[in-house]
């Protein structure tokens, strides 16, 4: 079934319409100029890990690029958590996405009404599941992620992802899994969905997220690895040094916790402080997991 066939609601602006009939005019602001700023979140039994947090981060990714969503943070969360339900599914991801309409063309549209619509299936894992527990495999992008001078790097803005596509695509073609993109000083950035971490004598290494995304998962991770009492640096790390590294993993909300095998010329067993986080993980999500673990 073609993704926008398939069955149930998405909220459009306020209102649950029919799947199939959620809509857009082909002149839309969002589509020919990337206006659009999105979220993905998953569910789990029943509930949206961190839900607050990506809503937040959704309204600070619209601001700047220079618009107001006109829904208040509690609006979305409410929103999110009505569609869950109406959707009926306990483990699912969510999609909010919003975008500049279709009421002027060209690069300015300050009038242009603000549009929000949030979607919500079912996509129980990112990569190859067998693939996944072996470790991925990943290529060295070409493309850079772009100076903070260059693009608004902090928000989670449609425009950025045109060059995590190319680099997907790119890396797909060649049989890898994903690609670990580097940041336009040469330094490791991410991969194109997701936060990148490292594994040297028990300590994990991560870049600082100056000109990417400072992922939620990232975040969670690095308080899980702490309250384990692993120590986290976080700093510029050069791809040379990938050689002196024995783990690697990606975090993300669509990736949750993914070790890597391979990068370009370099090799990363799965070890014991990847296996930790991933089950660490997987148990902070659920919420009644979580509370067992407290
Ligand atoms: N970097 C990029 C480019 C991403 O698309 C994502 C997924 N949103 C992440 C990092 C991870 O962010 P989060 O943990 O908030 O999902």
Redesign the pocket.
């Known amino acids: 079934v073609p993704f926008d066939q398939l069955e149930g609601f998405i909220w459009l602006n306020g209102e649950f319409v029919k799947w199939a009939d959620a809509k857009i005019h082909v002149l839309t602001h969002g589509l020919h100029y990337a206006s659009a700023v999105f979220e ?1 979140e998953r569910a789990y039994d029943g509930e949206i890990f961190k839900l607050n947090e990506h809503t937040e981060r959704l309204h600070e990714s619209a601001r700047i690029l220079g618009f107001r969503i006109p829904w208040s943070v509690e609006e979305i969360n409410e929103a999110c958590t009505a569609l869950l339900a109406k959707q009926g599914f306990v483990d699912a991801y969510v999609r909010p996405i919003a975008w500049r309409g279709s009421e002027m063309m060209g690069v300015s549209a300050q009038n242009n009404r603000i549009n929000l619509a949030i979607a919500i299936w079912q996509w129980p894992s990112y990569f190859d599941p067998e693939q996944r527990l072996k470790g991925i495999r990943l290529d060295i992008a070409e493309y850079c992620r772009p100076d903070p001078r260059t693009a608004p790097s902090k928000s ?1 803005a449609a425009g950025l992802y045109m060059i ?1 596509t190319l680099s997907k695509h790119a890396a797909e073609a060649k049989g890898y899994a994903d690609a670990m993109m580097l940041d336009w000083r040469g330094q490791v950035a ?1 991969a ?4 990148i971490f490292f594994v040297k004598d028990g300590v994990i290494h991560t870049p600082t997220p100056d000109c ?2 400072d ?4 975040r969670t991770v690095i308080d899980l690895a702490r309250r384990r009492g692993i120590e986290v640096v976080e700093r510029a790390i050069m791809p040379d040094e990938l050689t002196g590294f024995e783990q690697c993993f990606l ?4 990736a949750e916790v993914t070790p890597v095998s391979e990068i370009g010329p370099y090799r990363f067993e799965v070890g014991e402080i990847t296996r930790l986080l991933m089950n660490d993980y997987a148990n902070e999500v659920r919420p009644g997991l979580r509370a067992a673990a407290q």
């Open positions: 993905g989670k995590c991410e194109t969905g997701a936060n990417f995304l992922g939620i998962t990232r975090c993300g909300t669509a």
